[in-house]
């Protein structure tokens, strides 16, 4: 048992670093404007990544639950290879297009699955106690593979766009090779055969269970809010510093969230979860916000502060989520708020690049990080809920 869960852990964590490992990262909103002639194209296809995730997030949750978590790897891992491949090519949108329609499918695949195929990994093996512990550990490996990524495309992107979009291809076949290694967690027995049943079932769960809803709703709108600032930030970060050095500013945040991802299991336990959640939304609210309205030259470096937070608020969330989840539905559960999640991501996406198109990268930001200021109040809920039951 301990053997299989040791194996899946560094499989994980391996194919984790180089799922993310995209020397585009820093520059992709660049190199989509400059494809597509405009910020609110380009946004739209980051967009198109969400919303396809979305249409594609139901139904990839109820086949994970039903076909096992290591065939839903594999085929994420082929979607993602397809995907890369498209933005490589990138002629013009519809390339493009169709390669964002494919990542957001692979992203389907990956949500939900891989926390449960971790999560399922170590309650086989009676270590389901350190869950966030080894979930911080995992994807600490996105972020350092994204600020290796981050650092060296930056430094190519000056010579060639084209050549880094195709190494980045390189890695996506190494994460389809590793998927082929996984061990597969014990089989689920299903109480329900019905697919429709299965969903409803899913749904009402999220609806009947107050932390589950509010959990849920906090995820979606920082989702929605945080991953769409945050592919667009090197726009903004291009008009303070020079395009070689906009990737530095998203290595930043990478190397500080990887710090907060393999601490978070320690800090989760000395502190709490809902405690060090309502720490991490109320200091982001502050720091980005006012980095934006006041921008100078150390403002990306401020911004890219917050993501000490950004690691341990995410494992915090999860880990809270897993508790709340039932074990025939732990995928579907997550899917359905990703679907969620990723339908307002599509949503905001195009709003902020229309706003970047009208009144420019700054006040777009600024914009963006004061509407999602009233998720504060979901957290401290959930706090004062969590302390008076204590």
């Known amino acids: 048992m301990n053997r299989m869960m040791h194996r899946n852990i560094r499989l994980l964590a391996l194919f984790n670093f180089f799922t993310d490992f995209h020397l ?22 980051f967009s198109v990544v969400m ?26 891992a082929f979607s993602s290879v397809f995907a890369v491949i498209c933005y490589a090519i990138g002629m013009n949108y519809w390339i493009l297009f169709t390669g964002a329609l494919f990542e ?22 009676g270590h389901k106690d350190a869950y966030s512990h080894y979930l911080g550990k995992v994807s600490a490996m996105f972020q350092m593979a994204a ?5 060296i495309g930056g430094i190519l992107a000056t010579r060639s766009f084209a050549l880094i979009m195709w190494l980045s291809v390189i890695p996506q076949l190494i994460c389809l090779l590793l998927s082929f290694f996984i061990t597969e967690p014990n089989k689920r027995q299903h109480h329900n055969s019905n697919i429709s049943m299965h969903l409803v079932a899913a749904a009402t769960n999220i609806w009947s269970n107050r932390s589950l809803r ?17 592919h667009f930030r090197a726009a903004f970060v291009n008009t303070l510093w020079p395009l070689w050095a906009v990737g530095f500013s998203t290595a930043l945040s990478s190397i500080g969230a990887a710090a907060s991802y393999w601490y978070s299991g320690r800090l989760i336990t000395n502190i709490g979860s809902y405690r060090l959640l309502l720490m991490a939304n109320l200091y982001s609210k502050i720091v ?18 917050t993501s000490l937070f950004f690691g341990i608020s995410e494992v915090a969330n999860s880990q809270l989520m897993q508790n ?38 700054t006040r777009a930001l600024i914009i963006a990080y004061i509407s999602y200021v009233p998720t504060l109040a979901i957290n401290w809920i959930l706090y004062e809920g969590h302390k008076h039951s204590a």
């Open 24 to 45: 585009y990262t820093a520059i992709l909103i660049i190199y989509f404007a400059r494809v597509t002639g405009s910020y609110t194209l380009a946004m739209s296809l």
């Open 51 to 76: 919303v396809s995730s979305a249409l594609f997030e139901i139904p990839t949750g109820i086949f994970s639950d039903y076909i096992g978590r290591k065939r839903t790897v594999m085929l994420g």
């Open 104 to 125: 957001g499918l692979q992203r389907a695949w990956y949500s939900g699955n891989n926390d449960a195929l971790l999560y399922e990994t170590l309650a086989q093996s």
């Open 147 to 151: 600020a290796a990524g981050i650092i």
């Open 214 to 230: 509010l959990l849920s709703i906090n995820r979606i709108v920082n989702y929605a809010v945080g991953e769409s600032t945050y």
């Open 288 to 305: 980005n916000i006012a980095s934006v309205a006041v921008a100078t030259v150390f403002s990306p470096i401020i911004i890219a502060s």
């Open 324 to 361: 709340e989840f039932t074990h025939d539905q732990r995928a579907t559960l997550a899917s359905i708020t990703s679907f969620l999640g990723n339908l307002a991501f599509g949503a905001y996406a195009v709003l902020l690049g229309l706003l970047a198109d009208s009144f420019g990268p």
